[in-house]
């Protein structure tokens, strides 16, 4: 993990008999078995096969680095993390705070990537206190752009509306 993106590297190849254009269109067929069941228990993969398309359409076929015996994928963050945790976007300099949109439009950004992501969770990419979370959480329900079905621990977000 990195100020600016994540990266994961994975050696091996492409399974026996799948193609670039298979593996971009989301032939699913883990090459790290180890890997993907730690993904599956953090809520990051599913054996859907959305990933490989999901991120290749956000981010094109530049995220992943396919190399003679091993992966790379880079996902860049829609934000950034300075030194002295301080959150900041891409385009605010580290001495200034995030307007309250920009911090909505990071949670429902983070919803959108994980419809089962948890307010402390939120809170601690974002690096506020559970609280601050709650608080603009509230807000989002209240304003119409999200909204949670199921039970509190083991529901999901739903999306709305997002920010113009």
């Not at 398309?53 to 190399?67: H, L, M, Q, S, V």
């Not at 990537?113 to 979370?133: F, P, Q, V, Y």
Request: proline share 4%; with cysteine.
């Amino acid at each position: 993990m990195f100020d600016n993106r994540i990266e994961v590297f994975s050696y091996g190849e492409l399974p026996y008999g799948l193609t670039l254009d298979k593996f971009f269109s989301g032939y699913s067929k883990p090459i790290n078995d180890a890997l993907f069941r730690i993904f599956m228990l953090c809520r990051y993969a599913e054996q859907s096969g959305h990933g490989v398309p999901t991120i290749k359409r956000k981010y094109g076929e530049k995220a992943f680095n396919i190399d003679g015996g091993f992966f790379v994928v880079t996902i860049p963050y829609s934000f950034s993390i300075g030194n002295g945790a301080k959150l900041t976007t891409p385009t605010t300099p580290t001495n200034q705070s995030i307007s309250m949109d920009d911090t909505k439009k990071m949670i429902l950004e983070l919803i959108e990537n994980n419809d089962k992501i948890t307010k402390a969770e939120i809170g601690e990419i974002l690096n506020m206190t559970k609280d601050g979370a709650k608080y603009h959480i509230k807000k989002l329900t209240e304003d119409g752009y999200i909204k949670h079905i199921g039970n509190p621990l083991t529901g999901r977000w739903i999306i709305l509306r997002h920010i113009k």
